[in-house]
């Protein structure tokens, strides 16, 4: 099983508004990413965590804050969002280490109004 | 100058044609690379990891030359169902870091 799923599928959210977007998967992967992709782009690395300590942030504003609680789920909390925040978030997960095949959740598609 | 360079297309190719995308990398020190497959609005998804030898899956075939770090992937009998964009991906050694290219836009009309 080579599924990782995210929820919601769509956010709608004002600028002073705090949301949460998860992502979970099941393959025993111990790395896992968020993504921001905005349209006829390619995903843009925002995180990466690794045995669930984060060892990649992409100097991603603080509006954006990660969690990952265990193994299997990752958080991405939003607060205080801008317009352009407005993108695909895509949550992938894989085998850390290096050179592993990264395998992505259907993302979140996010309007900040 | 990109890490991973790709032509952006788009390429409108017929139904049964051969079509071939190619991408090259700044990193000598990368050490995997991939072509991942993007619907519209949807993920991407890998579609083939590259190795040295080169690598054959049905229609689809992915070479890689490291000495003058250059990918290709060539499709063959193109379908309808292969349109979509093709990402080139690149990951640097001893990093989960995966570098993408801008993707090429293949469109396969009947």
């Known amino acids: 099983d080579t599924e990782v799923t995210q929820t919601p599928k769509h956010l709608v959210m004002g600028m002073t508004n705090k949301k949460s977007l998860k992502c979970e998967q099941h393959m025993g992967h111990r790395a896992m990413y968020w993504y921001k992709q905005k349209a006829k782009k390619p995903p843009e690395l925002m995180f990466v965590y690794s045995y669930e300590k984060l060892s990649i942030n992409e100097s991603v504003p603080s509006r954006f804050s990660p969690e990952c609680p265990n193994s299997s789920l990752l958080n991405l909390h939003l607060h205080a969002l801008q317009p352009e925040d407005s993108a695909l978030y895509l949550c992938?997960?894989?085998?850390?280490?290096?050179?592993?095949?990264?395998?992505f959740g259907p993302g979140t598609r996010l309007l900040v109004l | 100058r990109k890490e991973v360079e790709q032509d952006p297309g788009p390429f409108n190719v017929p139904e049964g044609a051969t079509v071939a995308f190619n991408c090259t990398y700044s990193?000598?020190?990368?050490?995997?690379f991939f072509w991942y497959r993007q619907d519209c609005r949807k993920e991407p998804k890998l579609l083939m990891s590259?190795?040295?030898s080169g690598n054959e899956d049905g229609r689809f075939t992915a070479q890689l030359n490291r000495a003058s770090q250059y990918i290709s992937l060539l499709i063959r009998d193109s379908k309808l169902s292969d349109s979509a964009t093709y990402l080139c991906v690149v990951n640097s050694r001893n990093t989960d870091k995966l570098i993408f290219g801008t993707g090429t836009r293949l469109q396969v009309f009947p």
């Open positions: 992938a997960s894989s085998h850390p280490g290096g050179g592993e095949t990264q395998y």
């Open positions: 590259v190795y040295s």
């Open positions: 990193n000598s020190a990368s050490q995997s």
